[in-house]
C-alpha cells in the first residue's frame, strides 16, 4: 500500500507538472475521474492540493496576484464559491460583470496552471448572506429553500441554467480548468431531502461537465443526510476523524473513492462583538503545529485537500451573512480574512511559508515558483471628514409602504441596509418597546429625532428599550439587517425588518405606520449637492453621512502598493465608502477595528479620493477623522449601547 501510495503521488505530480505548464493548459482536453483510491487526470493518479478562494471577495484587479500566490504556496487547485444573489440581485436581472465575472476568473486561474473546482451551490453557506440565497426568495408563495419543492426548484434552475451558459467550455474536458463540481454544500448538516439532492444533481449534470461529489461533515448523520448514490461522499473539517468516518458509514460503493478533506480549516470566523476576538493562527505554535502536521499527514496518504480559506478576502457591503448561535445572531464582519495564509490583503501570513514547506516536501523539487514580492500597505495621514447629510433627510418624500403594521424589508423589494418606521402616536403610552417578534437585527429607537435606546440581536437577551410617549409624538424606528442568516436551520425563514407588530407596555399595539426603505445600493444624490444644509451634530442624534478626500503618498498607486487599512478612530457603527465603493460596515466593538482599502479602488497622483462615511451614532465635539493604515488593527471594545 505504501509503495503504491509513493508511486501514486510522484506520476500524479508528473501528470500536474505536464498539465499546469501553461503553453499547454488552453490545448489540452483531459479527462478527470477517480477509482476507489485516487484521483486520474487521463488515467493517471493526482493529488489536488487545493485552497478555497472566493473571486466574489476580491477585487478583479488582483485575481491575478491572489492566483500567482496560491500556486507559489505549492496549490495546483483553486476552490470557489459562486454567490447567486450577487448574480440575480433582482429575480431576472442576471450580472456577470467585475466580481461577478466568474468564468474571467476561472480561466486566469488557468493561465496561472491551477485547476478549478466549482462550488455553486445554489447553496453555499460560507458566511455569506443567507448562504447565497437572493433575499427575493422569500416573497415567492410557496417557497421553501434546501427541499424537494417546486418554487425553489424553479428558482434554482434558472440560476443553474444561467451560470452554466456563463461558465461553458470552461470544464477540464472542453480544455478548461474545471474539474468537478460539488453539489448542494454540507446538506447532510441540515437535512437528509434525497429527492431534493437527486433534483439537484439532475440540474447540475445537466448544466456542468465532469462528475459530482457531496461534501459533509465527519460524522454519520451528515453523512446520512447529504450523501446521494451514485455520487462520490467526500467529508470536511478534523482529516482523520473525517476519512474514517467516510470508509465507516459510507458503504454504497458507487459513493466511494479518493479521500478529500473538502474544507480544511485553518482558524474559524470573526463575528462581531465585544467578546469575540480576532481568530488566526499564525504565530500560535500549538495551533501552525496542528496545520501543519494535518496536512503533511493528509499528503503522506495520497489524500486531497482545500485550506478553507487560504485567502478569505472581505464581505463587500453588506454581503455578510450571519450564524445562529446561544439565540444570538453572530453577525460576521467585514474582514472575511479567516486567520488565512494569504491575508485579506492578498500578503502572505508566517503560516503561508510554513504551508509551502509542508507541500514542498511531496511535490518534485523545483516545481512551486517563488513567491512573488508584494509592496508593503501604505499609510494615509489623518484627514477631516466632515458632517453632510442626515440620513433621514435622505429618504423619499413619500414611504414606500403606509400600513396598519409594519412591513419587512423584503415586500418594499429590498434586500440590504436599513428601513425607516415611522408612526405618530395618537394616545399616551408608556414601557418597553417590542419591535414585532423581536429584531432583525438592530432596532435603533428614536423619539422626536432624539435616540433613545437600541435593541440588538447580536445580544443574546438584548437590553430593553423603554419609552414614553405622548400624543402626537413620532416615534421612528431604524431597523438595521446585519447579515441573513447562512447556516442552520432559521435558513427556513429569513425576513429583515420588523416582522408582526410593534408593542409597548406588553399589550399596546401601535397602528399606522409609514416605512421608508434606505437600500443605500447608491449613495444618496444630496451628498453631490454642496449647497444642502449642514446637519447639526447631537449626542443621540440621527445618523449622519460624512465625507473626506485623501490623497495617495508618493511612492503608491492605484495598485498593490496602494492598499491600505482604513481606521476611524472616533467612530461608533457606520459604513464607509471609497470612490464610490461600499467596503462594508465598521463597529467599535470589534474584532475588526480597520477596513481593507484595495488600491485598484484609488486614484493616484494629485486625484483626491472621495470618502464617505455614514455614522449611526455621531457624537457631538468628536471630530470624525480617518487614517490609513500599513499594518491593520484587530480589538475588542464594551458597546456603548449596552448599558
Same mark, same amino acid.
Given at each position: 500500500?505504501?509503495?503504491?501510495?509513493?508511486?501514486?503521488?510522484?506520476?500524479?505530480?508528473?501528470?500536474?507538472?505536464?498539465?499546469?505548464?501553461? &503553453?499547454?493548459? +488552453?490545448?489540452?482536453?483531459? @479527462?478527470?475521474?477517480?477509482?476507489?483510491?485516487?484521483?486520474?487526470? $487521463?488515467?493517471?493518479?493526482?493529488?489536488?492540493?487545493?485552497?478555497?478562494?472566493?473571486?466574489?471577495?476580491?477585487?478583479?484587479?488582483?485575481?491575478?496576484?491572489?492566483?500567482?500566490?496560491?500556486?507559489?504556496?505549492?496549490?495546483?487547485?483553486?476552490?470557489?464559491?459562486?454567490?447567486? @444573489?450577487?448574480?440575480?440581485?433582482?429575480?431576472?436581472?442576471?450580472?456577470?460583470?467585475?466580481?461577478?465575472?466568474?468564468?474571467?476568473?476561472?480561466?486566469?486561474?488557468?493561465?496561472?496552471?491551477?485547476?478549478?473546482?466549482?462550488?455553486?451551490?445554489?447553496?453555499?453557506?460560507?458566511?455569506?448572506?443567507?448562504?447565497?440565497?437572493?433575499?427575493?426568495?422569500?416573497?415567492?408563495?410557496?417557497?421553501?429553500?434546501?427541499?424537494?419543492?417546486?418554487?425553489?426548484?424553479?428558482?434554482?434552475?434558472?440560476?443553474?441554467?444561467?451560470?452554466?451558459?456563463?461558465?461553458?467550455?470552461?470544464?477540464?474536458?472542453?480544455?478548461?480548468?474545471?474539474?468537478?463540481?460539488?453539489?448542494?454544500?454540507?446538506?447532510?448538516?441540515?437535512?437528509?431531502?434525497?429527492?431534493?439532492? !437527486?433534483?439537484?444533481?439532475?440540474?447540475?449534470?445537466? @448544466?456542468?461537465?465532469?462528475?459530482?461529489?457531496?461534501?459533509?461533515?465527519?460524522?454519520?448523520?451528515?453523512?446520512?443526510?447529504?450523501?446521494?448514490?451514485?455520487?462520490?461522499?467526500?467529508?470536511?473539517?478534523?482529516? #482523520?476523524?473525517?476519512?474514517?468516518?467516510?470508509?465507516?458509514?459510507?458503504?454504497?460503493?458507487?459513493?466511494?473513492?479518493?479521500?478529500?478533506?473538502?474544507?480544511?480549516?485553518?482558524?474559524?470566523?470573526?463575528?462581531?462583538?465585544?467578546?469575540?476576538?480576532?481568530? %488566526?493562527?499564525? =504565530?500560535?505554535?500549538?495551533?501552525?503545529?496542528?496545520?501543519?502536521?494535518?496536512?503533511?499527514?493528509?499528503?503522506?496518504?495520497?489524500?486531497?485537500?482545500?485550506?478553507?480559506?487560504?485567502?478569505?478576502?472581505?464581505?463587500?457591503?453588506?454581503?455578510?451573512?450571519?450564524?445562529?448561535?446561544?439565540?444570538?445572531?453572530?453577525?460576521?464582519?467585514?474582514? %472575511?480574512?479567516?486567520?488565512?495564509?494569504?491575508?485579506?490583503?492578498?500578503?502572505?501570513?508566517?503560516?503561508?511559508?510554513?504551508?509551502?514547506?509542508?507541500?514542498?516536501?511531496?511535490? &518534485?523539487?523545483?516545481?512551486?515558483?517563488?513567491? &512573488?514580492?508584494?509592496?508593503?500597505?501604505?499609510?494615509?495621514?489623518?484627514?477631516?471628514?466632515?458632517?453632510?447629510?442626515?440620513?433621514?433627510?435622505?429618504?423619499?418624500?413619500?414611504?414606500?409602504?403606509?400600513?396598519?403594521?409594519?412591513? &419587512?424589508?423584503?415586500?418594499?423589494?429590498?434586500?440590504?441596509?436599513?428601513?425607516?418606521?415611522?408612526?405618530?402616536?395618537?394616545?399616551?403610552?408608556?414601557?418597553?418597546?417590542?419591535?414585532?417578534?423581536?429584531?432583525?437585527?438592530?432596532?435603533?429607537? %428614536?423619539?422626536?429625532?432624539?435616540?433613545?435606546?437600541?435593541?440588538?440581536?447580536?445580544?443574546?437577551?438584548?437590553?430593553?428599550?423603554?419609552?414614553?410617549?405622548?400624543?402626537?409624538?413620532?416615534?421612528?424606528?431604524?431597523?438595521?439587517?446585519?447579515?441573513?442568516?447562512?447556516?442552520?436551520?432559521?435558513? !427556513?425563514?429569513?425576513?429583515?425588518?420588523?416582522?408582526?407588530?410593534?408593542?409597548? =407596555?406588553?399589550? +399596546?399595539?401601535?397602528?399606522?405606520?409609514?416605512?421608508?426603505?434606505?437600500?443605500?445600493?447608491?449613495?444618496?444624490? +444630496?451628498?453631490? $449637492?454642496?449647497?444642502?444644509?449642514?446637519?447639526?451634530?447631537?449626542?443621540?442624534?440621527?445618523?449622519?453621512?460624512?465625507?473626506?478626500?485623501?490623497?495617495?503618498?508618493?511612492?503608491?498607486?492605484?495598485?498593490?502598493?496602494?492598499?491600505?487599512?482604513?481606521?476611524?478612530?472616533?467612530?461608533? #457603527? =457606520?459604513?464607509?465608502?471609497?470612490?464610490?465603493?461600499?467596503?462594508?460596515?465598521?463597529? *467599535?466593538? =470589534?474584532?475588526?477595528?480597520?477596513?481593507?482599502?484595495?488600491?485598484?479602488?484609488?486614484?493616484?497622483? @494629485?486625484?483626491?479620493?472621495?470618502?464617505?462615511?455614514?455614522?449611526?451614532?455621531?457624537?457631538?465635539?468628536?471630530?470624525?477623522?480617518?487614517?490609513?493604515?500599513?499594518?491593520?488593527?484587530?480589538?475588542?471594545?464594551? $458597546?456603548?449601547? *449596552? +448599558?
Amino acid at each position: 500500500m505504501l509503495g503504491r501510495g509513493v508511486a501514486a503521488a510522484v506520476f500524479g505530480w508528473a501528470a500536474a507538472l505536464l498539465s499546469l505548464a501553461k &503553453p499547454l493548459v +488552453a490545448a489540452h482536453r483531459g @479527462n478527470f475521474t477517480y477509482d476507489r483510491h485516487n484521483f486520474l487526470l $487521463d488515467g493517471v493518479p493526482i493529488q489536488l492540493i487545493g485552497g478555497q478562494m472566493d473571486p466574489q471577495r476580491i477585487p478583479p484587479a488582483y485575481w491575478t496576484q491572489r492566483l500567482q500566490m496560491a500556486k507559489a504556496m505549492g496549490l495546483n487547485t483553486i476552490f470557489s464559491y459562486v454567490f447567486w @444573489n450577487n448574480i440575480e440581485p433582482t429575480e431576472g436581472s442576471w450580472d456577470f460583470e467585475g466580481r461577478n465575472d466568474i468564468a474571467r476568473f476561472v480561466r486566469l486561474a488557468q493561465q496561472e496552471g491551477l485547476y478549478v473546482v466549482l462550488r455553486p451551490g445554489p447553496y453555499i453557506c460560507g458566511e455569506h448572506e443567507w448562504g447565497g440565497f437572493p433575499s427575493w426568495l422569500s416573497q415567492i408563495p410557496g417557497m421553501a429553500v434546501r427541499q424537494n419543492n417546486k418554487p425553489f426548484l424553479d428558482a434554482s434552475r434558472n440560476y443553474l441554467e444561467q451560470l452554466g451558459k456563463h461558465l461553458a467550455a470552461t470544464h477540464i474536458s472542453q480544455g478548461g480548468p474545471v474539474l468537478m463540481t460539488q453539489l448542494e454544500n454540507e446538506y447532510g448538516s441540515f437535512g437528509k431531502d434525497k429527492a431534493y439532492l !437527486r433534483a439537484m444533481a439532475d440540474m447540475l449534470k445537466a @448544466n456542468f461537465d465532469g462528475f459530482l461529489y457531496t461534501n459533509d461533515g465527519g460524522g454519520k448523520s451528515y453523512l446520512d443526510g447529504g450523501s446521494l448514490h451514485g455520487i462520490l461522499a467526500e467529508t470536511d473539517g478534523d482529516p #482523520k476523524t473525517g476519512f474514517a468516518a467516510r470508509d465507516q458509514y459510507v458503504t454504497d460503493p458507487t459513493m466511494l473513492g479518493p479521500q478529500l478533506d473538502g474544507e480544511y480549516y485553518v482558524t474559524w470566523i470573526d463575528d462581531w462583538s465585544s467578546n469575540s476576538p480576532y481568530q %488566526y493562527t499564525s =504565530g500560535r505554535p500549538d495551533a501552525t503545529k496542528r496545520v501543519l502536521d494535518d496536512l503533511d499527514w493528509i499528503l503522506a496518504g495520497n489524500n486531497s485537500f482545500s485550506i478553507y480559506m487560504f485567502h478569505g478576502g472581505t464581505n463587500w457591503g453588506f454581503e455578510n451573512g450571519g450564524i445562529w448561535v446561544d439565540n444570538r445572531l453572530n453577525a460576521v464582519t467585514t474582514s %472575511y480574512d479567516y486567520g488565512a495564509p494569504l491575508d485579506e490583503s492578498g500578503r502572505a501570513t508566517g503560516i503561508y511559508r510554513q504551508i509551502r514547506d509542508v507541500i514542498s516536501k511531496h511535490v &518534485p523539487a523545483g516545481t512551486i515558483p517563488e513567491v &512573488p514580492h508584494v509592496p508593503d500597505l501604505t499609510t494615509i495621514d489623518d484627514f477631516a471628514l466632515e458632517p453632510a447629510v442626515a440620513l433621514f433627510d435622505t429618504r423619499s418624500d413619500k414611504p414606500a409602504v403606509q400600513a396598519g403594521s409594519p412591513v &419587512p424589508m423584503e415586500k418594499l423589494g429590498q434586500a440590504f441596509g436599513f428601513v425607516l418606521y415611522e408612526h405618530r402616536v395618537s394616545a399616551a403610552v408608556s414601557g418597553a418597546i417590542a419591535p414585532g417578534d423581536g429584531p432583525r437585527d438592530r432596532v435603533m429607537v %428614536y423619539v422626536n429625532g432624539a435616540r433613545v435606546g437600541v435593541v440588538d440581536k447580536t445580544h443574546a437577551a438584548p437590553a430593553p428599550v423603554s419609552v414614553d410617549l405622548k400624543q402626537g409624538d413620532v416615534l421612528q424606528l431604524l431597523v438595521e439587517n446585519l447579515g441573513r442568516i447562512d447556516y442552520g436551520q432559521q435558513l !427556513r425563514e429569513q425576513q429583515k425588518g420588523i416582522v408582526g407588530n410593534v408593542t409597548v =407596555g406588553g399589550d +399596546a399595539v401601535l397602528e399606522g405606520w409609514s416605512a421608508y426603505s434606505l437600500p443605500l445600493t447608491d449613495l444618496p444624490a +444630496a451628498l453631490a $449637492d454642496e449647497n444642502s444644509e449642514t446637519p447639526e451634530i447631537k449626542d443621540g442624534g440621527a445618523p449622519v453621512f460624512y465625507k473626506g478626500t485623501f490623497g495617495l503618498p508618493a511612492g503608491a498607486g492605484n495598485d498593490l502598493s496602494g492598499d491600505t487599512f482604513l481606521s476611524l478612530p472616533n467612530g461608533v #457603527k =457606520g459604513s464607509v465608502w471609497v470612490n464610490g465603493h461600499h467596503l462594508g460596515r465598521y463597529w *467599535v466593538v =470589534g474584532p475588526q477595528q480597520s477596513l481593507y482599502v484595495p488600491g485598484a479602488y484609488l486614484y493616484g497622483g @494629485n486625484k483626491p479620493n472621495r470618502v464617505v462615511v455614514l455614522e449611526l451614532e455621531p457624537k457631538a465635539g468628536a471630530d470624525m477623522v480617518a487614517r490609513g493604515l500599513a499594518t491593520r488593527e484587530w480589538a475588542n471594545h464594551p $458597546d456603548p449601547d *449596552v +448599558a
